[in-house]
């Protein structure tokens, strides 16, 4: 059975008032099973605030949705990005657009507020991967229960359930002693470079925050939450060998030639790395000989040789994803060891590009996960478990989670096929999900930091 039909089955008994149903057990952890607290007096307030809204959220996620915001249209994504905030302000929030310029995208938009409590950093992203040139561009009602649209789970329905939950919690009196930075990427698909700067301000926000909350759409089962996920970078290693008529190879004076080097080191990679749970690298490209020039688009390069010649270079290109810092720095530690003991008249180096940082699961992202599922349970919607690292895609949670201890995501707006022309979101799902997150934030803002 797909990710999406067992989704489909949990859909339809979440939204289903008071109906709790049995997590799917798949290769999930079990989640730490804690006693339900009851929905308190106010957190009953936030959530009977919530349906009265609905429609409104939805219209204005119909116009959202409707508002071309591919990472590259940075009018589309500025436009979002304002009718956002035009919202956060009329909630009191403070609110200021960051310029993309530097970093070369549309720039983001940040919303804070300042009460009592821990502060919560709430992540959303203003841009989708449709961009104008793509044939999908409308929200396309399907049936009563489905909607098919850019951007409507990844993530612009996850922003305005942050949004709706934000007007519940204003109804009920407790916005207000609330301390909020939510942070709307405008390139969360294709992030700007330097990539430091183009999440500066995100980190800046998680240095200041107790909590990070990702309201993307997740695996698409509303039963699950991220709490871990493998982070990626690149590598390319690169090998010298001395040139000379190939019926000489492996002369003491010699030696064994670039291209034999790069070999050693990948077939050394693989025998003491490939079984290492969570960690994969890939070598993806590969090119090598007398004379080896690569592009720096990652995908391309010229390599002249001949079969007589001893192979002068190689330049190997490939991807590594870990699921914690230490694997991640234990792994090239180990790499680096194995590039250095070179073959005879060879050398080779290897230099790393990271990329997404690991979401490392961490006792703090199980406390947050448990606290989730605690609100799940007392609303009657069951529980709500860890999903796969393996199965978790990339998001801005992750710049996040290196500089706070308690990071989850998967918050957002439910459905399928996102990344695809078949986006699509359960709309009965809206409501739950906007009280779950809504009452979550609230229990978050009332929870010490341990
Ligand atoms: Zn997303």
New binding site residues.
């Given amino acids: 059975m797909s990710i999406y039909s067992r989704f489909r089955a949990a859909a339809a008994c979440l939204a289903a008032a008071g109906l709790a149903c049995t997590p799917q057990p798949a290769s999930a952890p079990s989640p730490i099973v804690a006693a339900v607290t009851p929905l308190d007096k106010t957190e009953q307030s936030i959530a009977s605030a919530v349906d009265p809204r609905n429609a409104e959220g939805l219209a204005l996620l119909e116009r959202l949705v409707n508002i071309n915001s591919g990472t590259m249209n940075f009018a589309g994504v500025r436009e979002v990005g304002g009718i956002l905030r035009a919202e956060l302000d009329k909630l009191g929030f403070e609110t200021r657009w960051v310029d993309g310029a530097a970093f070369g995208r549309a720039g983001h938009l940040i919303a804070e507020r300042t009460g009592t409590g821990p502060r919560l950093l709430l992540i959303g992203?203003l841009d989708t991967v449709f961009e104008p040139s793509n044939h999908f561009q409308r929200w396309e009602k399907l049936t009563d229960s489905t909607v098919r649209g850019p951007g409507v789970i990844?993530?612009k329905g996850g922003d305005v359930i942050m949004l709706q939950a934000f007007k519940a919690l204003a109804a009920a009196g407790v916005l207000d002693k609330m301390s909020i930075t939510a942070v709307f990427s405008g390139d969360?698909?294709s992030a700007g470079q330097p990539q430091g700067l183009a999440r500066a301000d995100l980190v800046a926000a998680a240095k200041k925050s107790q909590y990070a909350i990702g309201f993307?759409?997740g695996s698409g089962d509303p039963h699950t939450a991220v709490i871990s996920r493998r982070g990626a970078g690149s590598w390319t290693l690169t090998s010298t060998g001395t040139p000379a008529h190939s019926s000489q190879i492996f002369r003491s004076d010699i030696g064994d030639g670039a291209i034999f080097e790069s070999a050693r080191v990948l077939q050394e990679f693989r025998t003491q790395l490939s079984t290492q749970q969570y960690l994969t690298f890939n070598p993806g490209f590969a090119i090598g000989g007398t004379d080896v020039t690569s592009d720096s688009s990652q995908s391309g390069g010229q390599a002249l040789g001949k079969t007589n010649v001893v192979a002068k270079e190689m330049i190997v290109k490939g991807d590594m994803r870990t699921l914690s810092p230490e694997q991640l720095a234990s792994t090239k530690t180990t790499m680096q060891a194995i590039v250095s003991r070179s073959l005879p008249h060879t050398a080779s180096s290897i230099t790393f590009e990271d990329g997404y940082p690991p979401l490392a699961p961490t006792d703090g992202n199980r406390r947050l996960l448990s606290i989730y599922d605690g609100v799940s349970r007392a609303l009657g919607y069951g529980s709500v478990v860890a999903v796969d690292p393996m199965r978790a895609g990339a998001?801005d949670v992750s710049f996040a989670a290196p500089y706070i201890p308690s990071a989850m995501d998967a918050v957002g707006l439910a459905g399928w096929d996102?990344h695809t022309d078949k986006e699509t979101a359960d709309i009965r799902m809206f409501g739950p999900l906007t009280k779950r997150a809504a009452i979550f934030l609230y229990r978050l803002s009332r929870t010490p930091p341990k």
Avoid: I
Wanted: no cysteine; proline share 0%; hydrophobic share 20%.
């Fill in positions: 992203h990844d993530m969360e698909e993307e759409d998001a996102d």
